[in-house]
């Protein structure tokens, strides 16, 4: 089989009979011809076109190569989930079911490992109902929100699947997905997306399965205890019950600052690690198309257009867009009382009003507040504290017409899509003022790349803080602690995945090595 790469093809094309068309471009008779991965190619506003790679399934491989240079030979690899030789003495357990832990208990399951999974949130179902009540105006749940329950802070957000990283892992992962639930089309798009409200019924099926599988998922279950022996896991206690084990898979999420506190506590070695603060950026949808796809940005066939950019400050700042959500909306993300943080999500439709996108600032341990491993946390409460009490309680919310022009902030043609409530506030007060000023800068040089960016109607929502862990939970070749055997630091929280695939990913990586030993 061949996959022929940079294929242009026009807006209208029928995706569902390709072989003629992809026959004409290169000149050769097929069999079969598949679509592998689409794109949409907006460079040239007045030539809107998707970019494509094919598979061609065909006799003379070797004609086509010699007459397109963007051919290649594909192998088809599909990723083998494994098989325990032996079982082991306890079943291993898994603290989070988020992205990470959620792929590691999968994988643990179909090896025959019967994996425990520990999640302190609550199931999807009852984890939606908290977090609707919270939007529509009533008390924080710390234990069942946009951070914490079923499927990890990805359930509540826009369910990217776009991913950095080339492994073969990958595309399992999407598989599993669309075996649970997700639509196909996440197999063929360049930035696949699944959405809050599909997502929600993909992560119960998952569980499911782990279930039917032998494992146990156990809602409202937190982390109080790593029992260790010479340096040795050998239990763990949740909920005042102690769980014997040898193997803990730590993929608590980047928010479960409390666990971040029992490893220092215990003398599990971590790190300080540079992450990101910033606000959330709302324009009309409407407004980012036309500037992205000119003409074409009514055409039936494109979706909400997204964006993504980055910038490098004389300052020596990186500012940068994280996160979009087409046709989404911003939501209050808070997890800790008496504090503040947002975030972006979208329904699988992306058909919202308004666009939203993380625009963040690099902070480095530099910028922390002192040398203990936990001062990237701190700074991240002071924020979140500072943006609670500036409104007490309400969304803090301004226009790029009042944070980088110094106009009045007045809601004109973007209305912010925050609930419950939202309040106007002097972000210098909520923010240092590197911050400040690198948020200025960087909106300005976006501007510069889409038209309309530093728009005075544009809403800023503040602050967004969880974007990434600020410590690394230092690991070995063997996905182990440095020094603690038996505990495995895995996904975003503990510093090594960045969204749901490569947190997926990592979860899978580590189940591996478990089934293997």
């Known amino acids: 089989m061949l996959i022929i790469n940079n294929v242009k093809l026009p807006l209208d094309t029928d995706f569902e009979d390709l072989k003629t068309t992809v026959e004409k471009l290169i000149k050769c008779k097929t069999d079969n011809v598949y679509l592998y991965k689409k794109s949409v190619d907006a460079r040239r506003k007045d030539n809107v076109h998707f970019c494509c790679s094919v598979l061609v399934e065909c006799a003379n ?103 950095g990283i080339k492994d073969i892992r990958c595309r399992a992962v999407l598989k599993e997905f669309v075996c649970h639930g997700a639509k196909e089309k996440i197999l063929t798009d360049a930035k696949p997306h699944i959405g809050t409200d599909i997502l929600i019924d993909v992560v119960k099926s998952i569980r499911k399965e782990i279930i039917s599988l032998g494992g146990k998922v156990l809602f409202g279950t937190k982390l109080e205890k790593i029992n260790i022996s010479n340096n040795v896991v050998t239990s763990v206690v949740a909920n005042g019950q102690e769980i014997l084990c040898e193997n803990v898979v730590l993929a608590t999420g980047h928010s479960a600052r409390d666990v971040f506190e029992l490893l220092r506590d215990s003398g599990v070695e971590m790190q300080q690690k540079a992450f990101s603060v910033g606000v959330r950026i709302e324009h009309l949808q409407e407004n980012i198309n036309k500037a992205l796809y000119g003409k074409f940005y009514n055409h039936p066939a494109l979706s909400s257009a997204d964006y993504k950019l980055s910038t490098h400050l004389e300052n020596g ?66 924020i979140e504290e500072k943006a609670y009490n500036i409104c007490k309680g309400a969304v803090p919310v301004t226009t790029v017409g009042n944070l980088v022009f110094g106009k009045e902030a007045e809601i004109t043609e973007v209305v912010p899509t925050v609930k419950p409530s939202y309040a106007f506030a002097d972000f210098c007060d909520i923010f240092p003022s590197y911050i400040i000023q690198s948020l200025k800068q960087g909106i300005l040089d976006f501007d510069k790349k889409i038209n309309g960016f530093a728009s005075y109607s544009a809403v800023l929502t503040a602050p967004e803080t969880r974007s990434s862990s600020p410590v690394r939970i230092l690991r070995n070749e063997n996905f182990q602690s440095v020094n603690l055997d038996g505990l495995y630091p895995a996904g975003e929280g503990a510093g090594y995945a960045g969204g749901i695939m490569s947190a997926a990913v990592d979860g899978i990586k580590v189940a591996e090595y478990i089934i293997g030993m």
């Open 61 to 163: 491989e070797q004609v086509i190569l010699k007459k397109n240079k963007n051919a290649q030979l594909y192998i088809c690899k599909d990723y083998k989930w494994q098989t325990a030789n032996k079982m082991h003495k306890n079943p291993p357990v898994v603290v989070g079911f988020g992205p990470c832990g959620m792929f590691c208990a999968l994988a643990l399951a179909r090896a025959g490992l019967k994996p425990i999974v520990l999640e302190r949130g609550q199931d999807a179902d009852t984890r939606k109902k908290d977090v609707d009540a919270f939007f529509t105006g009533g008390k924080l749940n710390p234990e069942s929100n946009v951070q914490f329950g079923e499927g990890g802070a990805g359930t509540f957000s826009d369910g990217k699947l776009n991913t």
């Open 317 to 382: 700042r990186g500012v940068y867009t994280f996160c979009m959500c087409p046709g989404g909306e911003v939501i209050n993300a808070s997890s800790e009382e008496g504090k503040l943080a947002v975030n972006g999500m979208s329904y699988s439709r992306r058909d919202g009003k308004n666009a939203n996108s993380a625009v963040l600032v690099g902070v480095t341990p530099q910028d922390f507040p002192s040398d203990d491993v936990l001062a990237g946390c701190e700074l991240q409460r002071v």
